[in-house]
Each structure stands twice: as structure tokens, then as C-alpha cells.
């Protein structure tokens, strides 16, 4: 009896540029496959984010007509006269005080409110409603509300003043209480979202650690500080970039509330790109403080990266 033994055949080895070009095409494929996947979004944010960016850039380099078309390149000469201009000066200094009286007190306040709401009462729910509501109210309809309640002479607050025996404010006439009644309404407009996405964090914190906690005798402040606050970092970092970047950007509130006034106490910056743009015609320029707002707003935000994220506990 003859056995014959067989071997299985040897695998081609194949070159290794043809092996690396194979994967090299295999990558291209998967690329453009998520590309596909990918281009309605990045249609989308190419129409109404990207290019109208680039625009901005482009225009802030030019002198526009009333029209909006471009007359005459100047380079940065929108620039070098948007800084030394005392009026854009000013709407810097009451932006930054703007920011400076809404985002503390918006965050401090809507903490307060997610502390008390996350505790286990009988009929929290109908105060977490409340509390949150205001998310639910647009920036014309809330502005309105409180132009009624600054009202001189029906208003709530000057009706209060009376009752008690006090003399009457004039919240939006006047310089000094004129940025300080926005930043209210502000602050008032904002504080349903910081409270929802405060809430949020608060419940993701593990009840396990405050019964450990309770067990060794620690109380209610001590746990405050040393479980709650620490593990809500994240979600109050979160809410403070937010917040800061929205107290830039208000508008709509300062339009019909003050049209930025008086006195331009109330002309903060994205105020002041609407009237050179839309009042003045002055495309150019506007575009100009359009592109140093976005710088600023980027060096901020870069800046509560840098510090405040290290004292982020994410665990």
C-alpha cells in the first residue's frame, strides 16, 4: 500500500507596494463613503455657516455701497480705525460689563434652583416646571414682558417703589440702570436652560456617595462642597462656556428693550455691527467688528479651556 502525502499550497506573497497601494485605495473608499454619508450636513453648514463667514472676511477688507457691493480695497484700514474709534471703545467696556453681570449671576442663580429642585420633596416636579419654563419662552416674547414690567408709570417694579413709598426708577431711560435692567431680563431668559442642563448633571451624581457620606457624618455643606460641586464641574464648565457666549451675542433683548440706548449705555458690540450694517450701511465696517467679536469670543473660550478645565473632575 503506497500513502502519498500532500501539502497545501503556499500562499502568494505579494509585493509589499502592491499591499500598502491596496490599502491605500481601501482608505480613499472609506473616506469618500463617510464623505456621502457627511454632505448633507456639511451642505448645509457650508450655506448659512461657512460662507457667510468668508464673506464677513471678505467685506471687512473693503469699502461697501449702501447696496452691500464692494467700492474700494483698503485692507485693514477698517481694522486700525475700529480700534482707535471711541465709540467702539465704549461698546467694548459696556460689553464687558454686560458679560460681567449675566454670566455669575445666571450660573450662581440657576445652580441654586437645580440644588434645591434635585432635592426629594413632595411636589418638586410642579417647581421644576417653573423653574425651566422660561426655556420656553422666546427672546421677543420675554423682552416684552419685561418692557411692561420697566414701564415708568404702569410698570410692576416702579408700582412696587410707590407702595412702598419710594421714588419711581426709570430702568431703561436712564445710563445707569439702563444695562443693568437687560442684563436682568438676560439672566431671566437664560436661566430655564442653565437649570435644565444643572438639574441633569445633578441627578447623574450617584446617590451610593451621599449615603457613604451621611454614614461617616459628613452634612448637608459638606457634601454640597466636596461630592456635589466636584462632580458637576464638567456640566458647570459646560454651562459657563455657554453662557459666556451667549452673553456676547445678545441682540434681541437690548433691540426692544433699549434699541441701545440710552446714551449708548446699553450699544454692546453685536449691537453696534447691527447699526453699522443695517443703519448706516456701512458693510465693511461692520464686518470688521463681526470678525474681531469672533476673535475675542475665540480667546475667551480658549482661555476657560486653559484654566478653569483643570479643575474639571470628570471621574
Do not use: C
Request: charge should be neutral; avoid cysteine.
Amino acid at each position: 500500500m503506497t500513502f502519498r502525502f500532500f501539502q497545501s499550497p503556499q500562499p502568494k506573497l505579494r509585493h509589499p507596494a502592491v499591499e500598502h497601494r491596496k490599502m491605500h485605495t481601501q482608505e480613499w473608499r472609506l473616506f469618500a463613503e463617510g464623505l456621502m454619508y457627511l454632505s448633507p450636513a456639511l451642505i448645509i453648514l457650508g450655506v448659512f455657516l461657512f460662507y457667510p463667514m468668508f464673506k464677513t472676511l471678505y467685506y471687512s477688507f473693503f469699502i461697501t455701497n449702501p447696496r452691500g457691493e464692494t467700492v474700494a480695497f483698503i485692507g485693514l484700514e477698517n481694522y486700525m480705525h475700529l480700534i482707535q474709534s471711541p465709540n467702539f471703545q465704549h461698546s467694548m467696556i459696556q460689553t464687558l460689563k454686560f458679560v460681567l453681570y449675566t454670566v455669575p449671576t445666571g450660573v450662581l442663580l440657576a445652580l441654586f434652583l437645580a440644588v434645591i429642585a434635585n432635592e426629594r420633596l413632595k411636589g418638586v416636579e410642579f417647581f421644576r416646571v417653573i423653574f425651566s419654563s422660561t426655556l420656553g419662552v422666546s427672546v421677543a416674547a420675554g423682552a416684552t414682558i419685561w418692557l411692561f414690567m420697566f414701564h415708568p408709570s404702569i410698570g410692576v417694579f416702579n408700582n412696587i417703589l410707590a407702595f412702598l413709598g419710594l421714588a419711581p426708577v426709570p430702568w431703561l431711560t436712564s445710563g445707569e440702570w439702563a444695562l443693568l435692567s437687560v442684563a436682568v431680563t438676560t439672566v431671566w431668559m437664560n436661566v430655564g436652560f442653565n437649570f435644565i442642563i444643572l438639574l441633569g448633571g445633578l441627578q447623574n451624581i450617584s446617590e451610593e456617595l451621599y449615603e457613604s457620606a451621611r454614614i461617616d457624618g459628613a452634612g448637608y455643606f459638606a457634601q454640597l462642597f466636596k461630592i456635589t460641586l466636584p462632580l458637576l464641574s464638567p456640566t458647570l464648565f459646560f454651562v459657563v462656556t455657554v453662557t459666556l457666549i451667549n452673553a456676547f451675542q445678545s441682540f434681541g433683548q437690548i433691540h426692544i428693550l433699549t434699541g441701545g440706548g440710552p446714551n449708548e449705555a446699553t450699544n454692546i458690540i453685536v449691537y453696534s455691527i447691527y447699526k453699522e450694517a443695517f443703519e448706516f450701511s456701512r458693510f465693511g465696517f461692520a464686518s470688521a467688528q463681526a470678525i474681531l467679536l469672533f476673535f475675542i469670543i475665540l480667546v475667551f473660550t480658549v482661555l476657560q479651556f486653559k484654566v478653569g478645565e483643570k479643575k474639571v473632575h470628570y471621574q
